[in-house]
């Protein structure tokens, strides 16, 4: 046996009977730096070989070479089997109580808008209705033409709506000034039937407590073959009794008119002002009930299905719109719109809602 050989069995049997001894990560890192570190054993070894003579040193160094990489095969090993132990020991001491409440967040609140469009999406979504979108900027053909409405109407002049600039054709895109225009994207590209909701913003220039130039509607339609004005009432009475959870939620349609609905009507809800407040739903018994105007709705102007390339003799339907922070105002007792875009903080913890409540369908 060479010098080298009787060297690397007993540094081998030396640092095996170590590394088996160690029994936390620290000792083992000792370990390492005592035999593979800058002036560990095996390191002055490998050094020694070039003091050898020329003949020697290939052997030696294969020798040294081979012990290197058996201890650092070692070491790597049983750092990997401390480790295990190192986990199952905390795994066995820690542990997790799944009983525990959830930790409310207090870093944020859902936007009342949010939580209404949500909520308005919910008693839909139960009824059959699948949501819809479309895009702010609209071409007039979208927002007016396609829905009837004339160009001598007071919804197209300057002063009520945004336009864009004139393109070179002559034509204006606007910011659309309601959902609607999204009924003729959906009749256009779709054929019946049809049952979609539109929650979306919407623009114009208007601006006091009520108003905001940039504001949110829900939009709905209906087209297929059989729907009617009884369709409409029910659905829409069922929605605002499920909305403002009050089942004896006292209603009227009044006739109204809409270019793009024929009979048209305006949807009011009950409320009473005795206590001072506004309270939606039972007037007091004085019989001189208040009414809220709520939403425009009506049957589909044939003229618009027409535009559409739908068949009016075929297919008929409703459609109704409504705003959703007059909506929201009324149910969260909310009394100016204009607070809506504030982002006053000390407003967003009053009126905004938890991120873990679910919006429902009350009472449904
Ligand atoms: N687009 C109408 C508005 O903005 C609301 C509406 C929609 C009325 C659909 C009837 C039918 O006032």
């Known amino acids: 046996m060479s010098a080298q050989e009787v060297d690397r069995d007993k540094i081998r049997e030396q640092l095996l009977a170590e590394i088996a001894r160690a029994d936390d990560l620290e000792v083992l890192e000792d370990v390492r730096v005592a035999s593979l570190g800058r002036n560990g054993t095996i390191t002055s070894l490998m ?11 290939k052997e030696a160094g294969r020798i040294f070479n081979s012990l290197k990489q ?27 109580d799944i009983t525990l ?8 609140t859902i936007h009342p808008i949010s939580q209404t469009i949500d909520e308005m999406v919910t008693i839909f979504a139960q009824m059959g209705f699948v949501v819809a979108d479309g895009p702010h900027i609209e071409s007039d053909f979208n927002n007016f033409t396609a829905l009837n409405i004339p160009p001598e109407h007071p919804a197209r002049q300057e002063h009520d709506t945004f336009y864009l600039p004139e393109k070179e054709d002559g034509s204006r895109l606007v910011l659309r000034t309601h959902t609607s225009p999204v009924q003729i994207r959906t009749m256009v590209s779709q054929s019946p039937p049809i049952r979609i909701i539109v929650p979306g913003r919407t623009f114009r220039a208007d601006y006091d407590a009520t108003h905001s130039p940039m504001f949110h509607q829900i939009e709905g339609l209906v087209i297929d073959e059989e729907t009617h004005m009884g369709h409409l009432k029910g659905c ?20 109204s008119y809409f270019p793009f609905t024929e009979p048209s009507a305006e949807m009011d809800i009950g409320c009473s002002r005795d206590s001072g407040g506004l309270k939606i739903g039972r007037q007091g018994n004085s019989g001189a009930g208040d009414w809220l105007e709520i939403l425009g709705c009506g049957m589909v102007n044939p003229r618009v299905l027409q535009n559409c390339n739908i068949d009016p003799q075929r297919y008929q339907g409703f459609a109704f719109g409504l705003g959703i922070e007059r909506a929201a105002m009324l149910k969260y007792g909310i009394p100016d719109l204009r607070t809506f875009f504030e982002s006053d903080l000390r407003w967003l913890r009053h009126y905004g809602f938890s991120a873990l409540d679910m919006p429902g369908a009350v009472g449904a």
Do not use: M
């Not at 201890?71 to 089997?81: C, G």
């Open 47 to 57: 050094k020694s070989v070039g003091q050898l003579e020329p003949q020697e040193r």
């Open 70 to 96: 058996e201890i650092t095969a070692a070491l790597a090993n049983k750092q990997e089997q401390l480790k295990a132990l190192q986990l199952s020991a905390r795994l066995a001491s820690e542990t997790v």
């Open 101 to 108: 409440p959830v930790r409310q967040d207090p870093a944020g």
């Open 236 to 255: 829409l009475i069922d929605f605002c009794r499920n909305f403002f959870d009050v089942d004896d939620l006292p209603v009227r349609f009044r006739p």
